[in-house]
């Protein structure tokens, strides 16, 4: 039988996550809520999401609008096994103590919230195991999702010794018309280390990782520059045939046109993607290079967009649903339409029987 999500806070994330669940013949989307009725509440009517409002003194607003509501958030809470949280950061976790654990539901939380307020972190590559059957879980931040899938990778084959990285993050959403910097570099924060490092170890404690992050005058991506010293020798063409095999990765060559954030989300339009959405993250396939022990790579991470995959990965662990991370992992892309790398890097470009392999192992494709 289908588990029954709602999701709790239709905004960027939330709207994402919504057509994500709807997309899942193992989920049933019964419901959304919002607090107030503005185009968003349209177009979540449109598609048939049941609309619930966040209290009940907001209901008529939206009845005034014209728009049929099924009742509060508390009342949505009846209806559902899972709750996704997507409210604004540190809402969640208020949300927590009022109205999911009354309600006894289980709860998944997005990246805005504390790892101490929730408990467990989570990323499908990484610990899909450890959020099976629990309660409350936190699908860590696009940020942290991008490290976490691109580190699990490396250290699957070569062994994290040391990660450095250097975030250049993106100011604003396209949506958020009232933040900055419109012309600034912004040292965010000015102190090292940034909360990024941290953040990847609430889910992978035992990686040694330290990060700095910049805030520059863009909405469409951020962008990564990994550094990281290895435990065993590994080459280039090693590397990206493990990044190649992982779906949710895209390798991107600025030869192909690819040389920046702003060409890659115009080849998700071009994919007819939602949203532009890029679920995978990018990797310039130029930028991996491996200096005696140190591997380097540049990453582009689509904030909208990666951890819609981790919140239906998240969903089916918490229900128990699936226990098998990579089954899940492949159902999920499957539904939602991930494809992975454009085309393979240059060094499996004349390796035919190579790739068949990967497409085998990595995503079932019959050789
Ligand atoms: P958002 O502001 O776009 O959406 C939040 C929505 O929740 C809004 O529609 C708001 O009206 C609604 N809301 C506010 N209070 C509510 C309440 N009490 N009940 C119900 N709805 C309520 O925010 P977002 O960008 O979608 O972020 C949501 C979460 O996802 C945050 O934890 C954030 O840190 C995290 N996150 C955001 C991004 C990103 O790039 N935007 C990426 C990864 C994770």
Not at 37 to 65: C, H, S, T
Not at 117 to 130: D, L, P, Q, T
Not at 334 to 353: F, N, Y
């Amino acid at each position: 039988m289908a588990v029954k999500v709602v999701v709790n806070g239709y905004g960027n994330i939330g709207k994402r996550v919504a057509d994500a669940v709807a997309k899942q013949d193992d989920m049933k989307l019964v419901g959304v809520s919002k607090t107030r009725p503005n185009f968003e509440a349209f177009i979540a009517a449109q598609k048939g999401y049941p609309l619930y409002v966040a209290e009940e003194a907001g209901i008529n607003a939206f009845r005034e609008a014209g728009l049929d509501v099924a009742g509060t958030t508390a009342d949505m809470l009846h209806e559902a096994d899972v709750v996704v949280d997507a409210t604004p950061e540190g809402t969640g976790a208020k949300n927590l103590e009022n109205l999911y654990k009354k309600a006894g539901i289980k709860a998944i939380f997005e990246g805005g919230e504390k790892h101490a307020a929730i408990g467990v972190s989570f990323n499908a590559y990484c610990n899909y195991e450890r959020a099976i059957g629990k309660d409350y879980v936190r699908v860590v931040s696009c940020n942290t999702t991008g490290l976490c899938r691109t580190l699990y990778a490396v250290d699957k084959l070569a062994g994290i010794k040391k990660a450095r990285v250097v975030l250049v993050r993106r100011a604003a959403d396209p949506v958020q018309v009232k933040k900055g910097p419109i012309n600034a570099i912004i040292p965010n924060p000015p102190t090292v280390p940034s909360h990024h490092g941290p953040d990847v170890n609430t889910v992978m404690p035992q990686w040694d990782i330290t990060t700095m992050a910049v805030l520059v005058p863009t909405t469409l991506m951020h962008q990564h520059n990994v550094m990281i010293e290895v435990e065993r020798p590994v080459t280039k063409e090693e590397l990206l045939t493990e990044f190649y095999g992982l779906r949710r990765i895209m390798l991107v060559r600025a030869s192909d046109g690819l040389g920046s954030t702003a060409e890659i989300i115009e080849l998700a339009r071009d994919m007819g993607r939602p949203r532009y959405d890029l679920w995978e993250i990018a990797i310039w396939e130029e930028s991996v290079n491996v200096v005696g022990n140190e591997v380097f790579y540049m990453q582009g991470i689509h904030q909208e967009a990666d951890i819609v995959l981790e919140n239906v990965d998240c969903i089916r662990a918490v229900a128990g649903l699936e226990k098998d991370p990579w089954k899940s992992i492949r159902k999920t892309d499957e539904a939602v339409g991930v494809t992975g790398s454009l085309r393979p890097p240059q060094c499996l470009a004349d390796k035919p029987e190579a790739l068949r392999e990967i497409h085998y192992k990595a995503w079932g494709v019959e050789k």
